[in-house]
């Protein structure tokens, strides 16, 4: 327990997190501090390609193996899963109809790639190894979560069904073809590639991450702001009970294929965190009538932050505590 306690309270002090802590302060205060869409959005691509890439080069290095199959084969399945005990979850805890629980579900089934990056970043800075084909395995984790939100809609008998745009929404969402390009380019090109391009995606990494933090914060701030009365207590309890439930079903899985406890610690992580990117355009077309209010807020304004500030930390010491590493 004590080391807990002090992973969280190292994590809470380091810039990454007191960045995003600056950003939602200055929100919930009304600064008018801001970060230019623009600006944002290179962030964002920048992260992408920079995780993608290492990730690759890693499995370049390493070789493919039958664990490398199992934890994708892992990540697919907890995916798929994950949405229905989150809709089982809200129709307890929340009164929200069934199109606005299974749009919700879907959110915490599929992932947030800025909570994988920020946990990869907590691994680095402890120097703790992982397997770097844990991008991949967030990659095939975005989008089962959306299907499984759609048959979740389609059993009240008012589910929309598949079509080409919307299996175009969600094969074609620019995060996920990034990721996947880079990690793509990344094995192909090994670390002789990696050396090349250091300068550019390892140094000035967790800088960037601060600043699109301070993006994701002012972000959040906003959220919470502007949602006041449209999420009760249930709701937001969820938002916190869910990543925690998630989390327990990715240290399984990791510890059934026998992943590293770096390895053990970002599948948590991916199983704990909720999509505020890629599930939200797809919602959007798919679910149109469902409220994003409520979805976003929940995923962005509450999961995100817990994560950020406690779950990260809880998630890498139970994985060390579990494997003894």
């Known amino acids: 327990m004590a080391d807990i306690f002090d992973l969280a309270a190292t994590n809470l002090l380091s810039p990454v997190i007191l960045t995003f802590v600056l950003g939602l302060v200055a929100a919930l205060g009304r600064s008018d501090l801001s970060v230019p869409e623009a600006a944002a959005k290179a962030m964002s691509i920048y992260l992408l390609f920079a995780i993608g890439f290492k990730g690759g080069a890693a499995v370049a290095s390493n070789g493919l193996d039958?664990?490398?199959?199992?934890?994708l084969v892992a990540g697919f399945v907890l995916s798929a899963l994950l949405p229905f005990i989150a809709f089982a979850m809200l129709r307890v805890l929340t009164n929200l109809s069934r199109i606005d629980a299974a749009a919700v579900a879907g959110h915490y089934g599929s992932i947030s790639v800025v909570t994988f990056v920020a946990a990869t970043s907590v691994l680095e800075g402890r120097a703790?190894?992982?397997?770097?084909?844990?991008?991949?395995?967030?990659?095939?984790?975005?989008?089962?979560?959306?299907l499984s939100a759609l048959w979740l809609v389609s059993r009240g008998g008012s589910g929309r069904r598949m079509d080409s745009e919307l299996m175009r929404e969600i094969m074609l969402n620019g995060s996920i073809v990034l990721l996947v390009g880079a990690f793509v380019i990344g094995a192909i090109t090994g670390q002789e590639g990696l050396d090349k391009v250091s300068n550019f995606i390892v140094a000035p990494f967790t800088g960037v991450l601060c600043l699109f933090l301070l993006d994701m914060g002012l972000v959040a701030g906003r959220g919470l702001r502007e949602s006041r009365g449209v999420l009760n207590m249930g709701a937001v309890a969820f938002g916190i009970i869910m990543p925690l439930v998630g989390s327990v079903f990715g240290l399984g899985a990791g510890l059934l294929?026998?992943?590293?406890?770096?390895?053990?610690?970002?599948?948590?992580?991916?199983?704990?965190?909720?999509?505020?990117?890629?599930?939200?355009?797809?919602?959007?077309?798919?679910?149109?009538?469902?409220?994003?209010?409520?979805?976003?807020?929940?995923?962005?304004?509450?999961?995100?932050?817990?994560?950020?500030?406690?779950?990260?930390?809880?998630?890498?010491?139970?994985?060390?505590?579990?494997?003894?590493?």
């Open 66 to 71: 039958a664990t490398l199959v199992a934890t």
């Open 128 to 146: 703790i190894s992982s397997e770097g084909y844990m991008v991949a395995v967030a990659a095939v984790m975005e989008a089962p979560a959306i």
């Open 257 to 325: 294929i026998g992943l590293s406890p770096g390895g053990i610690a970002l599948l948590m992580v991916l199983s704990a965190s909720a999509s505020y990117i890629a599930v939200p355009a797809a919602m959007r077309v798919a679910l149109p009538e469902a409220n994003p209010s409520v979805y976003l807020t929940l995923s962005l304004g509450v999961t995100f932050p817990f994560n950020l500030t406690i779950g990260i930390p809880l998630y890498v010491a139970v994985s060390q505590a579990v494997t003894g590493g």
